[in-house]
């Protein structure tokens, strides 16, 4: 936990030093890079860090995550101008992605299926109080020492949570995994010896996902604010991004262990959920961008108080998702992230509906409700992809869903963007004439016109404010359209019933406990890349599949007449 709090908090503690780091760093029109360069390293690691965490194991990846984060830290503290600061912020997100990824695969490790919510739930709190004390923190750090100690601050953190990983984290051996032939027929045998040949990794295709990433991330976070988006840097970036894909595409198919196993998207249980999980962070852009903006320029709150309203929505999704195993355990993993996602849908558009100018309890209001929906729809999803795999395959598909939530903000972030930059422009273009001379002239001056409001005549200032509520309606309706087809995709794509293998925590270990209502009964261990069950099999030694399951179109199981029908 210490671990994912020191990823959370520098993820945020840096928001409110940022005019004390450019007074002293310079680099203003290039400081957004500190977050959208941590965010990019994360992102684009995330995938890499699940594969190699399912190869040499949980503890030895979390270590280096950890020390390459500490030494980002300290780097970061002594950087000497803003593009040195940005370029360590790079290497503190090459390890923030190990312990993003990796804490949430030992969490699956550690616990049953049936005990995963609480410690998950757990996790997530840890997450969210990290997130919003980190601004108040960083605040209070800034104006009362040098900014510096803001990275400082980690070494100690983190060097409490690497002795205690060191000391209490014990996996148990692992055991030997058959060897799988790739695409170009090279087995796992060193030079037909018959001798096992030791762990790959894909180096090459660890590269190419990086290379890949990189690219579609910056086209989409400085697409329509460093540059239009028809300019030629955003068309050379998406085109080189979708080139890079493609050869990435194929060195992973020729790969023995390729870093994102084609068995991501052909099992149907995972394939649904990264789709589901990138609609999730699609749409979490509505509040966690614009609604500080509206609270701001429509309600005419402080920063601080701004704050607060998107402050509540992480009060409920930490409860709503420690009792959403109450859910999911009664009625399955897919009905329970149905009703979160469509109860999401439903909330998103009341927004809709709120007055003009209206009152600060108001968002609050939907921002709790909307926290308490999406913890009963993220968590069981994530669970159940954890609960389908055994333990060889569980950091990748970890990995996998987060990889894609994060590509969805991203997504979000450009989309939305855009659709409130064209709802802007519209409304200024429409202005009566008698505001013409009042109002600015282009985009950027909106943010610094409502900033003074008072150098504005009062019916100019209503209509900036007005045309901002509109803005941010359209992409609060856009969110609940994304939610929308996110309850689609899991309607069509994902089983009715996921399977679950319940298995000793560590690899290699069988069985401990059933599946419960809404669960597909399956066996201790995942099958392999590309497998699917096989029905009507006896369960062997240490586990094994249940004899009354039958296939359903796409390789995943139904239960026999003993178990609910989720």
């Known amino acids: 936990m210490l671990a994912m709090a020191l990823a959370a908090l520098d993820s945020t ?111 997530s709190t840890v997450w969210a109080t990290s997130s919003v004390i980190g601004p108040a923190f960083g605040g209070l750090i800034a104006s009362y020492a040098d900014w510096r100690w803001i990275f400082l601050v980690n070494l100690p953190v983190g060097a409490v949570a690497l002795l205690l990983i060191v000391r209490h984290l014990q996996e148990p051996a692992r055991t030997e995994r058959p060897e799988r032939t790739s695409r170009t027929g090279r087995a796992g045998d060193a030079a037909g010896t018959g001798k096992r040949a030791g762990p790959r990794v894909d180096w090459a295709g660890a590269l190419g996902i990086f290379c890949c990433g990189s690219l579609l991330l910056t086209a989409l976070v400085q697409g329509g604010v460093a540059w239009s988006w028809w300019s030629t840097p955003s068309l050379t970036l998406l085109a080189a991004a979708v080139v890079c894909g493609v050869v990435t595409v194929a060195i992973e198919r020729r790969a023995a262990e390729p870093i994102i196993p084609g068995w991501v998207w052909r099992r149907r249980t995972i394939a649904a959920v990264n789709l589901a999980l990138g609609g999730l962070g699609l749409l979490m852009i509505a509040p966690t961008v614009f609604l500080p903006t509206y609270a701001q320029s429509v309600l005419g709150l402080s920063p601080t108080a701004a704050g607060f309203v998107l402050s509540v929505m992480t009060l409920s999704w930490p409860i709503s998702a420690a009792l959403s195993n109450r859910v999911y355990l009664r009625i399955g993993h897919r009905q329970s992230a149905v009703l979160g996602m469509g109860l999401a849908a439903l909330i998103l558009c009341a927004f809709l509906l709120l007055p003009y100018p209206g009152s600060a309890w108001q968002p609050a209001l939907i921002m709790l409700l909307l926290g308490a929906a999406l913890g009963i729809f993220q968590l069981p999803l994530i669970i159940a992809v954890q609960s389908s795999v055994g333990w060889s395959e569980r950091g990748t598909a970890t990995g996998s869903i987060l990889f894609c939530r994060q590509v969805g903000q991203s997504v979000g972030a450009a989309l939305f963007g855009a659709v409130a930059n064209a709802t802007m422009a519209a409304r200024l273009s429409d202005a009566p004439g008698s505001l013409g001379g009042d109002l600015p002239g282009d985009l950027d001056g909106v943010s610094r016109a409502l900033e003074h409001p008072g150098d504005l005549s009062a019916e100019a200032a209503d209509y900036l404010r007005r045309a901002v509520d509109d803005s941010v309606d359209y992409v609060y309706l856009g969110a609940a359209v994304a939610a929308a087809l996110t309850v689609l995709v899991l309607l069509l794509l994902a089983p009715r019933v996921f399977p679950v293998y319940e298995e000793e925590p560590g690899p290699g270990s069988g069985p401990t406990a059933g599946p419960g209502p809404g669960e597909a009964p399956g066996s201790g261990a995942a099958p392999a890349a590309g497998e699917g069950l096989v029905p009507g099999t006896a369960p062997a030694a240490g586990g094994g599949l249940v004899p009354s399951e039958a296939p359903v179109p796409g390789g995943d199981p139904v239960p026999g007449k003993d178990a609910a029908t989720g």
């Open 13 to 123: 503690i840096i928001s409110t030093a940022v005019p004390q780091i450019v007074g002293d760093l310079g680099g203003f029109s290039v400081f957004s890079w500190l977050f959208s360069g941590y965010l990019l390293a994360v992102t684009v690691t995330l995938p890499v860090y699940g594969k190699l965490s399912d190869t040499f194991g949980r503890k030895p990846v979390l270590l280096v995550g950890i020390a390459l984060f500490l030494v980002g830290s300290l780097l970061c503290a002594t950087a000497w101008n803003m593009a040195s600061l940005i370029a360590f912020r790079i290497v503190q997100g090459l390890g923030g992605g190990a312990l993003q990824g990796t804490v949430q695969t030992i969490a699956a490790d550690l616990y049953p299926h049936r005990e995963r919510a609480k410690i998950q739930a757990r996790l």
